[in-house]
């Protein structure tokens, strides 16, 4: 089959893998219909330290060709989404709603890769979920966000406590930050600031729900998102990009009591404990347990109540994947969809 593989910085090529086998009783073997390259994808694209050889992708929509024996929850012929993160779905650690550190869980980057023709996925009960039947076609870019960055976003939003009637600030306009406005007017927030300096991105993030837009960043962000909410600050803040400049200016846009959900990969970021200590702002986040969430978000997908597929705006052969990441690496795309 053919597949992603990433030999260095800017250096991403397809060739030829081996086609995926069932290994264990517990796995399925799952034809991708669509992958897409994901902003945390850029961090190796752009020099972060990487294997040699690393298979990319791990988001992915597809249909089940094969399963073990002992996989019960999806058949061949099923579509199935299923989450960055392989988990099993029963140790303590995912009963508690945390799949994306189970104790038996596996990056999909790396070891499978689904930027891809085939996919083999473990543990296929606690990761893979089918939709109701088959999609329609127009509904495949949705459902394939909801394989990471809208589960992301949505995640974000759950731990920064979004709620009715509460304020709302967005720090980053990628796709997982344009997810969290999405996930914060589905929870009720009564005002959402998305942080963006860029047309395309504000006129997505207005239609799932912005209600202003903050194009200052830093210290600059921090005192007019201050000031839009009555000089108090929002009671939740998203974390979108994983810097130590964008974390920073989440956690000082909060109000006391605030709650930050933070979920941009981090990268060199330092936190000042006087700082957190005197700005008594609650912080969560890390690696989202999308798994927890996909159920209800096949579903609000599935009877069109949200349409998170608008975030893909450029779509490209699995062949060339690689102007698929030099697109979103110049800002040409905010997310780009992969046909295999």
């Known amino acids: 089959m053919r597949g992603v593989i990433m030999h260095g910085p800017g250096d991403v090529r397809v060739e030829e893998r081996e086609d995926p086998q069932i290994a264990d009783p517990t796995d399925a073997v799952i034809k991708i219909v669509a992958a897409c390259v994901c902003g945390s994808d850029l961090w190796p694209y752009r020099g972060a330290d990487i294997p040699d050889r690393q298979l990319m992708g791990h988001e992915y929509v597809?249909?089940?060709?094969?399963?073990?024996?002992?996989?019960?929850?999806?058949?061949?012929?099923?579509?199935?989404?299923?989450?960055?993160?392989?988990?099993?779905?029963?140790?303590?650690?995912?009963?508690?709603?945390?799949?994306?550190?189970?104790?038996?869980?596996?990056?999909?980057?790396?070891?499978?890769?689904?930027?891809a023709e085939y996919a083999r996925i473990p543990h296929a009960d606690g990761t893979l979920v089918a939709t109701p039947g088959k999609p329609d076609d127009d509904l495949i870019p949705s459902l394939l966000a909801?394989?990471?960055?809208?589960?992301?976003?949505?995640?974000?939003?759950?731990?920064?406590?979004?709620?009715p009637g509460k304020s709302v600030a967005v720090v980053g306009d990628g796709a997982v930050g344009l997810m969290g406005v999405l996930a914060a007017k589905q929870m009720g927030a009564e005002q959402i600031i998305a942080v963006s300096r860029h047309p395309d991105r504000q006129k997505l993030a207005r239609e799932f729900g912005a209600t202003d837009i903050v194009e200052e960043r830093g210290d600059a962000g921090v005192e007019k998102i201050t000031e839009l909410?009555?000089?108090?600050?929002?009671?939740?803040?998203?974390?979108?990009?994983?810097?130590?400049?964008?974390?920073m200016q989440a956690i000082r846009s909060t109000r006391p009591g605030g709650h930050v959900g933070y979920v941009g990969v981090s990268h060199d970021v330092e936190l000042p404990g006087g700082e957190l200590f005197f700005g008594l702002v609650h912080l969560h986040g890390g690696p989202a347990p999308v798994r927890r969430f996909l159920p209800e978000l096949i579903d609000l997908i599935w009877d069109r109540k949200i349409d998170p597929g608008k975030v893909f705006d450029k779509t490209l052969p699995l062949e060339q994947a690689a102007q698929g990441y030099e697109a979103m690496d110049k800002r040409e795309a905010i997310k780009v969809l992969l046909q295999p």
């Not at 989450?83 to 499978?112: E, H, K, L, W």
């Not at 909801?146 to 709620?163: C, Q, R």
Request: charged fraction near 15%; glycine fraction near 18%; include cysteine.
């Open 62 to 115: 597809g249909v089940v060709e094969r399963i073990g024996d002992e996989v019960t929850t999806v058949k061949a012929g099923d579509y199935v989404v299923g989450s960055f993160v392989i988990s099993d779905n029963t140790c303590p650690i995912c009963q508690a709603g945390y799949q994306s550190r189970c104790v038996n869980g596996i990056f999909v980057d790396g070891g499978i890769g689904t930027q």
């Open 146 to 163: 909801a394989s990471d960055v809208l589960g992301t976003g949505w995640f974000a939003a759950d731990a920064a406590d979004v709620g």
């Open 229 to 247: 909410t009555g000089g108090l600050g929002a009671h939740s803040v998203i974390e979108a990009v994983g810097s130590q400049e964008s974390m």
